[in-house]
Each structure stands twice: as C-alpha cells, then as structure tokens.
C-alpha cells in the first residue's frame, strides 16, 4: 500500500471526511503501519489527532474496525462525531436496549459498520460470539493506560484484553493514550501482546495551552481569583477539577451566586446525575463543571477554553491528561493551578497509605517540583514525558513574569526559630499563628504565646507567609514529619541559615490585582487573541456571532452538541476567510464533503448577508 496511489487516496478521504489536506506528525505513518498489517503504539497528547489514526484505516480497509473504550459517554461522543461526518459507527454498551444491541449485532455481521465502539467487559463477553461471526479490519484500545496497573486510571477489566491476538493473530492492534510513562508503555505491550509494535511517540507540546500556578492561596483568595480568571473568559466553557466531592459543590454553590451556570460531577451522585451534569456541559446548558477526577475521560468537546486545578494533582500524568481537555481544537485556552501546603501533606497521607509507595510519592514529587519551579513550566513537563527542548515556552508564568529573589535570611529565621523553640512538635498552620501573634485554644493549651518569636513576622500576611513556607519547603531547609502529625524538623541547611552560617534568597511574592466581579459586563464577548491558524486575527466579531448562533440552531434540531456540527476553530476560519460559495466553504480546514452538502447552504447564506 505503500505507493503514490494509496498516499493519493489516504488524503482523499482525510479530505473527503474529515476536511483536513494534510496530516498531523506520525498520522500518516502510523495509519501505513496499520495498513501493512502491523502493531502500533501511540503515544500522543488529549488533542493531538489520536482518533483519525485508527478511524482513517478502518475507512481504508475491508470489514469492521472494532474500538475498546472505558467510557459510554466517551462512545457516545466519537459516534456522534463520526455519524455527523457521514461514517456508519455505532456503539455495543449496557445503556442500548436490547433492540439496538440486536440491530447493531447485525450490522456488524453484515459487515455495514466501519466502526463498532465497544467497552472492555462487552469485549470478553462477545469474544466467541459477535467477534467470531463479523469481518474485524483492526482492533484499537483507547485510553490504554488503564490496562496498565503503573498507568494512573487502571481498569481491572482492561488486563484481560491480551486474548485478542491469540483469537485472532492476523488482526492488527493499534494501543492508544495521551499519557504513560516508560514503565507503563512496557506493560501496554506486554499486557495486550502486542508483536513487535512499532512505538509513535507524538510531541507532548501542547504551545495553545497557557499554564499559571498560584501558590498558597487560602479558600477566599481561590474564589476571587477564581471569578477573576472566569470574568477573562465570558461565556467560555471550563472544568473546575477540585481534590474532594464536598469542595466541588462548595465551589459550584460560590459560582452560582454570581450568576454563572454550573454543574457539579463526582463519584456521589447517581449515573442519571452524572450524566445529566456531563450532558449538559456537552451540549452548552451549562458553562462550567466542578468536578473531581472521575470527569473528563468521556469528554470530546473540542471548544472548552479554560481548566482550573483548585487541589494539586497527585501525578504530571493526571494533570496534564486533564489540562489536556481545554483547547483541543487548537485555539488558545488557559490553564490554572492552586498549590498549597495543606494540598501536599494530604496527597502525601494518600500516596504512603497506597498500595505503590514508592511511585506514587515519586509521582508527587515530581508535580510538586513543577508546582514550586522557577524555570519554563512547558519545559518542566516536556522533560518528564522524555521530551527536552532548548527554548522556553513565552506563555507560562513564569516566562510571563520571571521570579525576582531578595535576601529572607531574616523571615527564614523567624519560621526556623519558631520551629525549633516548640521543640518542632508543630505543624505549619501553628506555625503561621505563632508567627502573626495570633490566639488559638491549642496555640494557649500549649503555652506558644510565651515564646520569643510570637508574633515575629506579624507584619507579613498570612497567606504570604503560607507562599514562604513552601519556598522554605523546596528549599530544603525543613521537611514534613508525615509520620509524626505532619510536625516540621529543620535540616542540616536549615540550621546553616537559623545560626547565621548560610544566607537564604526566596522569591518575590507577587499578587496581581483582580478586576471586580460584580457588575462585569453581561454581554457575550470575543476575547481578543491571536488565533493560531496562519491567518490575520482580521475576525468579524458579529459575523463570528451569528455563526455561532446559527451552529446552536443546528445543533438543537438535530440533537447533538455544536461542536459536533461545527468546531470552533472552523467558526473562526469562515469568519476570517468569509466563503460566498459551496465550494469555497468546502475548501475550509475541517470541513468534509458531508458537511459540506449538509450545511453549507445555510452558512454561505448567513456569510453573504454580512459580506
């Protein structure tokens, strides 16, 4: 297949179904190593085209492509996707009735499916039955890492999918995931017995998505500067991914007394209450989702523009698969994380009491350090998914506003004294009162008022102090005593600095001014931005408008999220390039030939009035 002919008609039908001319990095030759019959494992980043690599060949090829995925939500959403495209795919999962199952049981034998979705449990359930009577072209795993018991979302049922290639050893597998480390790639392809996979690892650089942490943020500072960054983003949709179920509705309970439209999403609530809440932020009901980490997997939705991590993950993996789900389009989305002392000793509790110590405070401290750096985060996280690059990023925190140091021997000292005059039998939060002079019934109990260095640094605020002590932390000049109450004991380095051997530089402390929220502005804006597609940001901001509406109207006749009908970045490319015929408006990046004949009429319509 590897001639002029078959590259001709690779592109012929990306163009013809999916509306792209060219392919992204590793596509092509990942499709031509399926097509010759080969194993393959991908490794490519939430919005990286992963999905195109096994749904291109399954168009190619003879007979049906069959696709084992987690989620039914996440089922749900690449056939949608792929039926709005003109591609026959369906979906065999428990919340089809019986009716549907049989009716797609029979599709596939009759070989009319290109696409058949199907959960890992189904899998095993219909390997001597469905599986043995349909023509199958490729098998594909979605979200492979939960095969792995090293991957961060590991799925039992995932680990019995290595009959595959004994059933049927002629039948490529391609693996997929947006995130494994080497030791879990190792255990994909021992686990699926993949033969001699050729491995793609894709470029982890994701340059769309800003990156902002903010450390030591107290529960008041998190909502204001929460508001802020939402008043930045007027009608944008986000997730708010929070530590516990109970902040996730705290949070949900603050945004709404400001008038925004929110749902919440955990373990807690019903499946009909989790499908409800993910539904309506699929189809635009709902701005924003506060949700743990349960959210997210199923979730294809191109045109989410922002994430905020109010807890520290617990891995780079989980957090960069969830930073992952805001600008999949390709248009730039910003991203938040809060970082706090109270966050690492709880994660620290969680990752000793688990099954894997050691990797797991491994995997911590690596998200602490890109939590606590000082240098380029984007380079911080291509390093750890083994990618190096030589410049930094320009649009992280810390390139933005490099941090500036100043000589804190003296605050250093104050925190390390009041330390080691408790005998360093305290924790951090008696550690700030202490500090500031406050009164609190255990600080009296134990007489803490008495010491010298009560109400030492009173000058410096709380939550200031909370931003030192981490620096103080990374530094090394005291560690947590996890399996002591959490106390603090000075290090060798630290007593160098507490007895005037050493000095200590700590960063300047910044707090940006956050714009007022109430009586912000209610209309629906555009952020102004460059839009990273080659062309002049020369956007109409009505017509863009009227684009959007007339998506929405689509949408709702036909049951299906607007991003399904059109992503964002096509709204942008037509309000830029402003086509006034069928074929022009066919010519646009992500527009394929059954859209094109499906609505390309109304939107030429719409951009004719405007032109």
């Not at 994909?188 to 998505?209: A, G, T």
Request: charged share 25%; with cysteine; net charge neutral.
């Amino acid at each position: 297949m590897q001639d002029k002919t078959s590259s001709l008609k690779m592109i012929q039908t990306l163009k013809r179904y999916f509306g792209y001319d060219t392919f992204r990095p590793l596509q092509e030759d990942i499709i031509r190593t399926l097509l010759d019959g080969r194993d393959a494992l991908v490794l490519m980043p939430t919005g990286g085209g992963k999905s195109i690599c096994y749904q291109l060949p399954a168009l190619l090829c003879e007979g049906t492509a069959v696709v084992v995925s987690p989620l039914i939500s996440l089922m749900k959403d690449q056939v949608e996707a792929l039926c709005a495209n003109g591609i026959a795919a369906g979906a065999l999962n428990s919340s089809n009735d019986e009716t549907e199952n049989a009716a797609l049981r029979r599709s596939c034998m009759e070989g009319k499916l290109k696409l058949l979705y199907i959960s890992p449990e189904k899998l095993i359930a219909e390997a001597n039955y469905l599986l043995r009577d349909m023509h199958i072209s490729l098998f594909a795993i979605d979200e492979a890492h939960c095969i792995s018991q090293w991957g961060h979302d590991f799925r039992p049922e995932y680990a019995q999918m290595g009959f595959m290639h004994e059933m049927f050893p002629n039948i490529p597998i391609i693996a997929l995931t947006a995130t494994a480390d080497k030791i879990t790639r190792v255990d994909i392809v021992r686990q699926l017995h993949l033969n001699q996979p050729k491995i793609f690892i894709s470029s982890f650089d994701r340059p769309n998505l800003s990156l902002t942490v903010k450390r030591g943020y107290q529960q008041k500072e998190k909502s204001k500067a929460i508001l802020d960054f939402i008043a930045r983003h007027p009608g944008e949709s986000g997730i708010i991914y929070c530590m516990s179920r109970s902040k996730t509705e705290t949070v949900a309970q603050m945004l709404q007394k400001q008038g925004l439209r929110v749902a919440v999403y955990h373990a807690g609530l019903s499946s009909a209450q989790r499908d409800e809440a993910q539904n309506d932020f699929i189809n635009d009901r709902v701005q924003i989702v506060c949700a743990t980490i349960a959210f997210g997997m199923g979730i294809d939705k191109s045109n989410v523009r922002w994430v905020i991590h109010y807890n520290l993950p617990k891995s780079i993996e989980s957090f960069y698969q969830e930073i992952g789900r805001a600008g999949r389009d390709g248009l730039p989305s910003d991203t938040m994380l809060f970082y706090s002392l109270a966050d690492l000793i709880l994660l620290t509790k969680f990752a000793t009491e688990s099954g894997q110590q050691g990797i797991n405070l491994e995997k911590l401290q690596r998200m602490q350090q890109y939590a606590e750096a000082d240098v380029c985060r984007r380079r911080i996280l291509l390093s750890y998914f083994g990618e190096s690059t030589t410049e930094d990023c320009g649009n992280c925190d810390v390139c933005k506003n490099p941090p500036q140091r100043f000589d804190g021997t003296v605050i250093v000292q104050k925190a390390l004294s009041a330390i080691a005059r408790t005998e360093q039998q305290i924790g951090t939060s008696i550690l700030v009162d202490i500090l500031r002079g406050n009164i609190s019934p255990e600080l009296s109990e134990r007489g803490y008022q008495q010491l010298k260095t009560y109400g030492a640094g009173r000058e410096i605020p709380a939550r200031d102090w909370q931003d030192y002590l981490l620096q103080m932390l990374q530094l090394g000049y005291f560690e947590i005593a996890y399996n002591e109450n959490n106390h603090l004991k000075i290090t060798s380095s630290g007593s160098d600095v507490l007895f005037g051997r050493a000095q200590a530089q700590l960063a300047v402390i910044r707090r940006e001014e956050t714009v007022p929220v109430k009586g912000r502005k209610k209309k629906s804006t555009i952020p102004v931005r460059e839009l990273p597609l080659g062309l002049p940001n020369t956007e109409s901001e009505e017509l863009f408008e009227a684009l959007r509406e007339l998506r929405k109207r689509l949408a709702s006749q036909e049951a299906l999220p607007a991003y399904i009908i059109l992503s964002d970045k096509v709204l942008h490319l037509l309000s830029i390039s402003r086509p006034t015929t069928m074929e022009e408006f066919g010519n646009i990046s992500g527009i394929g030939e059954y859209k094109k004949k499906k609505y390309g009429k109304e939107f030429v319509d719409l951009i004719r009035r405007y032109v």
